[in-house]
């Protein structure tokens, strides 16, 4: 919200600088990539899912320092923004699965419930199967967007051979 907030001020009064251009992004990716990290150390998702969305940020920074070199400025592409919105939700939908798991478990709610791979069978899809799908979706079109990035920006890799 606060992100937003502070988009629209900043357009709205015209008062967009460089350093807001490059810190509002980097400050997007340390948010979200702690997020996803903490969910590989509670072993929630798979950290080859993070492999690909933080190799997708790389390549994306990497294309947009050397376009910088050339005094350009790459803006962020429609599956770009979708990668993040998408990559936003999959996150406060985590947490908050997260939120009703420990709930249930603190309220014994489900003691009475199949157990499913040794776990009660909320926890398991609450825990596993959500979250995996959500993230799923973030990865592949982390690929996708790492891809439009590379293949529209290719002649940047191409003057440095």
Not at 45 to 74: H, N, Q, T, Y
Not at 81 to 104: D, P, Q
């Amino acid at each position: 919200m606060s992100d937003f907030i502070d988009g629209y001020i900043a357009r709205k009064y015209d008062v967009i600088s460089t350093f807001g251009k490059v810190m509002d992004p980097l400050a997007d990716k340390i948010m979200s990539l702690s997020a996803i990290l903490c969910f590989v150390q509670l072993n929630i998702v798979p950290a080859w899912m993070v492999i690909i969305i933080v190799g997708r940020e790389f390549l994306v920074s990497g294309i947009r320092i050397l376009a910088a070199d050339e005094g350009k400025i790459i803006m962020a592409s429609n599956w770009g923004k979708t990668k993040t919105v998408i990559e936003i939700i999959a996150i406060i939908s985590i947490l908050f699965l997260m939120c009703v798991n420990h709930t249930i478990n603190y309220y014994h709610f489900s003691r009475q419930n199949l157990i499913l791979e040794g776990e009660p069978l909320t926890e398991f899809l609450l825990l596993k199967v959500i979250p995996y799908i959500l993230m799923l979706v973030v990865a592949v079109i982390s690929l996708i967007s790492g891809f439009e990035y590379f293949f529209k920006n290719k002649h940047l890799f191409e003057k440095g051979l």
